[in-house]
């Protein structure tokens, strides 16, 4: 196994560092004021062949692996950017790749490579169940050639601004099934035509530009067609798209703390206090230099994670600690940043307030830092389960 580095991928690296460019702070930051979608940035990803850089080169992507796609996100998000609101894409899409059928693959793959469809929507997560998947109570019920399904969704992001929607439903109850993650099923759902016919979309403004909604079935009719794979094993469908996910946020991570290491390092050099640099006292030295050497750590196990992946094996344990060691270096890194900048941390030319709320979701989303904790204890360790 080949493990790809930080260092790979120059050419991606530096031609996504040049299209960032083009979206400076004061993009962003007039869109974090009105929560408004960054179409502007999503199309331009989307023209350069960014986004799918996973899809196969017979269905009109590059081909490439997951690797690739951490340089592109990285990238975006030490520039300064924010994947946010278009990484979905990547990781959903592997669901269709891996388990749909050839017929689905021909007719949704290809226009989701050139853009004229949008799959940046993941209905996974409910109220009632937050992390514990196999209690979701969204059901498909199968009537002839179609499901009808009754549900509500929670904290699915970008569903506004998404054409098709990968959602895990229930087709069987879970106290009818053996164990409690099977009778769950995979259906891609046009939202185009399931908008106001059964599917209603609530934002939920938060404290960052997410696009982050909630989601309410009622009797939406949804053809058989568009189930994914087979019906009652979809929960194990949906794992290999959250380790690619739990990956590909990490890469995010990896660029965030960048970011606010780069930031600080060159305030931390050029402003002066006393009739010195403030870099010169090792009380600022010091944090800098913690958060490279945590950042450069949780890199190691991101790229370790995504080789792993790339070469079919299994990854679970790799991908939540690689989220896990990256969120909470990026988060410590956000909070240097502000501590270096003092004031000017705080204000919003400077960006590093709107980073520092974007990279905190990833203590929380999608997938908290205790639950990772306990795979590790229970699947890695042999500790007895706590729940």
Not at 64 to 85: D, M, P, Q, T
Not at 220 to 225: E, I, M, R
Request: negative net charge; aromatic residues 8%; proline residues 4%.
């Amino acid at each position: 196994m080949t493990v790809q580095t930080s260092e790979s991928y120059p050419e991606i690296r530096e031609a996504v560092r040049r299209l960032c460019q083009d979206f400076p702070g004061e993009y962003w930051q007039a869109l974090d004021r009105d929560r408004t979608y960054p179409t502007e940035f999503v199309n331009a990803l989307t023209e350069t062949g960014f986004l799918s850089v996973l899809i196969p080169e017979e269905y009109g992507g590059s081909g490439l692996g997951l690797a690739a796609a951490n340089a592109v996100l990285e990238e975006i998000h030490r520039s300064g950017c924010n994947g946010g609101a278009c990484h979905a894409q990547m990781y959903t899409m592997g669901t269709l790749l891996r388990h749909g059928s050839e017929e689905q693959k021909s007719e949704y793959l290809p226009k989701i490579a050139s853009g004229e469809l949008r799959l940046q929507a993941f209905g996974v997560t409910e109220p009632t169940s937050g992390t514990d998947t196999t209690r979701i109570r969204t059901f498909a019920r199968r009537e002839g050639d179609h499901y009808v399904v009754t549900g509500q969704k929670i904290w699915i992001s970008r569903a506004e601004h998404s054409d098709l929607m990968v959602l895990l439903v229930r087709t069987e109850k879970r106290e009818d099934v053996e164990k409690p993650s099977q009778g769950i099923s995979v259906l891609l759902v046009d939202m185009r035509d399931a908008i106001d016919d059964g599917l209603t979309i609530r934002p939920v403004r938060t404290m960052l530009n997410h696009a982050t909604t909630e989601l309410f079935f009622d009797d939406l009719k949804v053809p058989a067609t568009q189930l994914i794979g087979e019906e009652g094993k979809g929960f194990k469908y949906i794992l290999d798209g959250m380790n690619a996910e739990r990956v590909l946020i990490a890469s995010e991570c990896i660029g965030d703390g960048r970011f606010f290491i780069d930031r600080a390092s060159e305030y931390a050099k050029d402003r002066s206090v006393f009739g010195r640099p403030i870099g010169q006292n090792q009380g600022i030295q010091f944090p800098i230099a913690r958060a490279h050497v945590q950042l450069e750590a949780a890199a190691g196990m991101v790229d370790k994670a995504a080789s792993l992946f790339d070469a079919g094996k299994p990854c679970g344990a790799e991908a939540n600690m690689a989220k896990m060691l990256a969120s909470e270096a990026s988060w410590y890194a956000a909070d240097m940043c502000i501590q270096t900048h003092g004031g000017f941390g705080f204000a919003e030319e400077y960006d590093i307030e709107r980073k520092f709320r974007e990279t905190r979701l990833y203590q929380v989303a999608p997938i908290s830092t205790n639950l990772i904790l306990s795979h590790v204890a229970t699947h890695v360790l042999g500790l007895p389960k706590s729940f």
